[in-house]
């Protein structure tokens, strides 16, 4: 073969993969856990050949959006040793895709497609993708462009057959070699190849790579890079809110529509539109029908009232009914097997209305440089706290020229005639007449009962940090010709948390969030008299504004979850109070990042989270909306059935979180007893007698006395009352693990406790807190605390020999495995959170949440959604999704992240592994040393010299769990304890405890 001419557009590069994959995986993450475990090894070398650079870099419009236009030939072989054989090679026809758009789900991608013959002449395809997609709260370029998800498919007889799994491109070894081959004229002769390297060609050469590699930076520039860059957008939409009276066949019924067109940008900027329609029938007994559509572009939908002195709007097409629950997503409706809850209908709705301009009106975002500045002088004291020489050289007033330069830029961004924030024209419509139409059945509207409101509307923000917002509009309309005619426009904005790893750009959201305020807002009220004439006002005062825009009941939610980077806008029709009636209907948007998609599981679910300023209300709604006693109910009758349980002897047993309580003045350091109490008084109302409370004991017992689990259960406030107590770390009993037995390949056996055994229906009813080993502790943890032997610390951590490398996770899980629980609930009111979230947090958050739900890791991954953490962080969830999969999930409630919230720093969990797991003398020692306890508990360890550490580490103690609060120990007895001496034998003292404790 002849090396090129040097031409310029023409380049060759040869790149190396490798991974596992797994027949029969659900999902390439499955795929690429069980491929490993079997050896299932999938390699390729392939060969690139760009013949036209040129071409490949035009831009998509450019080539009519031809998404081929950015695939180029590729060749080489692959191997699989267990699948085809080794070292097969590419049969003609392989393509090497780059950033093309995928035209489903609108992500650029990397692809690699081939065949290969394997030994028995079975033809077997492969295709492979990576996702070139910024994910919000993690800086992820090296992760995307190194990570293919792949599946092969083959045919046996006439079954068609899939594997799936990850390969990975290793930047260590890999990437040298790639970068050669770029350089190096493509042949296979040694003398040619000696050739190409000397003539003028290389020069050639060298502006062809040079000119790939800036193709290559500006496409994962904007990807990745301008993300970390606020830039301005700007968008527009109009809708319109419609209630009011229908009838048909003489028979009234009351409705409440909404529709909107929403232009490109809305409402986070990029290339997303979006327009819907949102439709519920309520009759008089109260029976709702409910119907939704949603779409990028609703073709047959017309809407306009602007400068018109008739408007109209019209939509002829399909809606779908929702036939069981309230919700539908934009996903489900495109699917070509619709879910059961839906049902396809033609719908016709055809209304026409009278327009009056109400007012223009605009919510600015307001810059707040002073925030800014605030902020960056906390950080230089901080570091001239920590240096002994200034940051900065003396004079030099660095944070007065970055405000000046800011200040610059936000302006350039921000100008006068077109600030940044919300606005727009405000129309009442009236004398609303016309027909809805649903599979045949007209449903005429009565004008006289029946009222809307219409904006044209646009929205001026940042990309970074992203906006939040959350808009009501509801309409109240008069019951008669001698009332009046209202509706109300109530806004709340703010900056849209990510997800987030800690990263770079879960930074600058941050940073840019302390310019932004988050208290921009509107609360106007419009009512128009029997005569038409119209008043405008703001409703104050804020607190009575605020009341009016609590939710009482959700009766139709669209959440379009087509976005990129897991957000979603959500809107629905809800209950809230009125201004002139009891209550009324309104329009509600609101948006999150919540990840609610399955992983390998095809199960669906519902995840209650419900904030509410009332606890015990929080958790009715909680256990009403995830039919937990539903689950209940199911759980008995099988029992009743198969092992003629009464009501009275149905065994429930409830797994609060209470033995790391360290103080009564801290109540986020355990769940709720008075919670607890009131879900044992619901279960008792249904006739069901035979409730236990169990906890066992945790390694504080080791150190303390009254930590037994009755005695702690009591002091807490678990008092017994019509339940019992039960101390899982007594009298438990040994089994044959079949979980534990399956991963060893051996009979294995675990401990139990009888009472949890036997159990016919388990609760996990966790607290919500931070952890410095798993980054949260929810449901699942909570189980943890099951396991029934009391040095946890000894018996679970630092036991590899029986648990292998993940001593604190497996046995958790396993026990979940052995002995299923039926529900989780995370009692989430006042929440631990920052670095010592788990031991203990003086100043807890008020996040006003009870989350619950059927699966535990659904609830969990909720929960830990909401803290603002990638889920998958703890090991406990990546295990849990392994063994039970992940469903995809109905959110009911609240989706918002905790504000304030403070999570562990991402190196913790791995430092404390490190530190304390890998030598148990020594971690013992620290937990005995900075432990903190109400004098109630005594410390206990005698003869060990640890009475003496703690003395010495209750400063350190003090500053960071507030120990003199608690009446542990004053001040003034601390600071006769600390002197030169009494260090040095401190000193001395933990060498020789590094020995003496085992």
């Known amino acids: 073969m002849s090396p090129t001419n040097g031409h310029s557009s023409e380049l060759h590069f040869t790149e190396r993969m490798w991974g596992y994959i797994s027949e029969g995986a659900a999902s390439f993450e499955q795929g690429y856990i069980e491929g490993k475990e079997a050896d299932n090894r999938l390699e390729y070398r392939v060969t690139i050949s760009i013949k036209d650079l040129d071409a490949l870099m035009a831009e998509p419009e450019d080539t009519g959006g031809d998404a081929t236009a950015r695939h180029v030939p590729m060749d080489g072989w692959a191997s699989c040793g267990k699948l085809f054989g080794e070292t097969r090679p590419l049969q003609r026809g392989a393509t090497f895709g780059l950033y093309w758009k995928d035209p489903q789900s609108g992500e650029r991608r990397m692809s690699y497609d081939f065949q290969v013959v394997g030994r028995d002449n079975t033809v077997y395809a492969f295709s492979g993708y990576k996702r070139i997609v910024h994910d919000p709260g993690t800086f992820d370029i090296l992760q995307d462009h190194t990570t293919l998800y792949a599946t092969l498919q083959w045919t046996e007889g006439d079954e068609t057959k899939t594997a799936r799994g990850i390969i990975y491109f290793h930047v260590l070894t890999d990437l040298a070699p790639m970068l050669l081959s770029m350089f190096l004229p493509k042949t296979e002769n040694p003398l040619d190849l000696l050739t190409g390297l000397f003539d003028s060609s290389w020069k050639e050469r060298l502006v062809t790579v040079a000119r790939f590699f800036l193709f290559v930076s500006g496409e994962a520039s904007e990807e990745y890079l301008e993300s970390l860059i606020p830039r301005r957008y700007e968008t527009q939409y109009h809708n319109w809110v419609c209630k009011g009276t229908c009838t048909t066949e003489g028979v009234a019924q009351e409705f409440f529509l909404f529709s909107g067109i929403h232009d490109k940008g809305f409402p986070w900027g990029g290339d997303e539109t979006f327009s819907d329609i949102g439709l519920i029938l309520r009759d008089a007994p109260g029976s709702t029908r409910r119907f939704a559509f949603s779409d990028r572009s609703i073709q047959s939908m017309e809407l306009d009232f602007k400068f018109q002195r008739q408007g109209f709007y019209r939509y002829e097409g399909s809606l779908f009914e929702i036939t069981d629950g309230y919700q539908v997503s934009f996903t489900d409706m495109r699917k070509q097997v619709l879910p059961e809850y839906l049902r396809e209908i033609p719908a016709c709705l055809k209304l026409t209305f009278t327009p009056q301009f109400v007012d223009s009106k605009s919510v600015p975002l307001e810059i707040s440089m002073q925030r800014l500045k605030e902020f960056l002088e906390g950080v230089q004291g901080k570091l001239e706290d920590k240096q002994e020489k200034p940051v900065v050289p003396r004079g030099f007033d660095w944070i007065s020229q970055l405000l000046k330069a800011t200040e610059k830029w936000l302006n350039e961004l921000n100008p006068p005639d077109n600030p940044l924030g919300y606005s727009a024209d405000i129309y009442k419509l009236s004398n609303i007449a016309g027909s809805i139409n649903l599979e045949g059945t007209a449903y005429e509207v009565l004008s006289d009962e029946t009222l809307a409101e219409g904006e044209y509307g646009k929205l001026v923000a940042f990309t970074v940090p992203t906006l939040y917002y959350n808009y009501f509009c509801a309409v109240e309309a008069a019951r008669s010709a001698s009332t009046d005619d209202a509706f109300r426009v109530q806004i709340r904005s703010g900056t849209l948390r990510s997800v987030a790893r800690g990263s770079v750009t879960h930074w600058a959201e941050e940073l840019l969030g302390k310019i932004i305020s988050d208290l921009a807002y509107m609360d106007l009220q419009v009512v128009s008299n029997p005569a038409g004439t119209l008043q405008q006002s703001e409703i104050t005062p804020r607190e009575?504004?605020?009341?009016?825009?609590?939710?009482?009941?959700?009766?139709?939610?669209?959440?379009?979850?087509?976005?990129?980077?897991?957000?979603?806008?959500?809107?629905?029709?809800?209950?809230?109070?009125?201004?002139?009636?009891?209550?009324?209907?309104?329009?509600?948007?609101?948006?999150?990042?919540?990840?609610?998609?399955?992983l390998g599981t095809e199960r669906t679910t519902r995840v209650a989270a419900i904030k509410n300023t009332d606890r015990f209300s929080a958790l009715d709604q909680a256990m009403q909306v995830t039919g937990f006693f539903d689950a209940l109910e199911r759980a008995f009758q099988k029992a009743r059935e198969e092992k003629q349980k009464t009501r009275e002897t149905f065994s429930i047993v409830i797994k609060p979180s209470f033995s790391f309580m360290y103080s009564l003045t801290d109540v986020s350091s355990y769940t709720d007893p008075a919670l607890v109490k009131y879900l044992i008084d619901k279960v008792c109302d249904k006739g069901f007698k035979n409730i236990t409370v169990v906890e066992a004991q945790s390694t504080y017992a080791t150190f303390f006395t009254n930590r037994d689990v009755k005695t702690l259960a009591r002091y807490v406030g678990y008092l017994g009352e019509n339940y019992a107590v039960a101390d899982l770390s007594e009298d438990y009993v040994t089994y044959m693990s079949p979980a534990a037995s399956a991963a060893a390949g051996k009979p294995t056996q675990r401990d139990v406790h009888p009472v949890w055994r036997d159990a016919d229906f388990r609760i996990s009813f966790a607290k919500n807190k931070t952890h410095s080993y798993a980054f949260y502790t929810l449901t699942i943890k909570n189980i943890y605390g099951a396991l029934p032997r009391q040095n946890k610390f000894k018996e679970y951590h630092c036991n590899r020999a029986e648990f292998g490398d993940e001593p604190i996770y497996t046995p958790a899980i396993e026990l979940i495995q052995d002995f299923p629980v039926h529900f989780g609930f995370i009692d989430a009111y006042f929440s631990a959170d920052g670095v010592f979230g788990v031991f203990a947090d003086p100043k807890p958050e008020f996040t006003g949440t009870i989350i619950g739900g059927e699966d535990l890791v659904a609830v969990d991954w909720i929960g830990a959604s909401k803290m603002g953490l990638d889920p998958l962080l703890s090991t406990y969830m990546q295990l849990a999704i392994k063994v039970f999969g992940k469903p995809e999930i109905t959110l009911i409630g609240d989706h918002s992240l905790y504000e304030n919230w403070q999570n562990v720093p991402l190196f913790l969990p791995e430092a404390t592994t490190l530190l304390m797991d890998r030598n148990y003398s020594w971690g013992l020692i620290i937990y005995a040393a900075f432990s903190m306890m109400d004098p109630f508990f005594a410390f206990k360890m005698e003869g060990k010299g640890l009475e003496l550490i703690r003395l010495y580490s209750l400063p350190l103690r003090g500053a960071l769990l507030e120990a003199v609060a608690i009446g542990e120990r004053s001040w003034e007895a601390v600071a006769n304890l600390i002197n030169p001496a009494s260090l040095k034998q401190l000193q001395e003292l933990l060498e020789l405890l590094a020995g003496d404790i085992g």
């Open 544 to 598: 009575k504004a605020d009341a009016l825009i609590l939710p009482t009941a959700d009766l139709l939610e669209i959440n379009n979850n087509h976005y990129p980077n897991h957000r979603f806008f959500q809107r629905r029709i809800v209950v809230l109070p009125g201004t002139q009636q009891k209550e009324t209907l309104a329009m509600e948007e609101d948006m999150g990042v919540l990840d609610l998609t399955p």
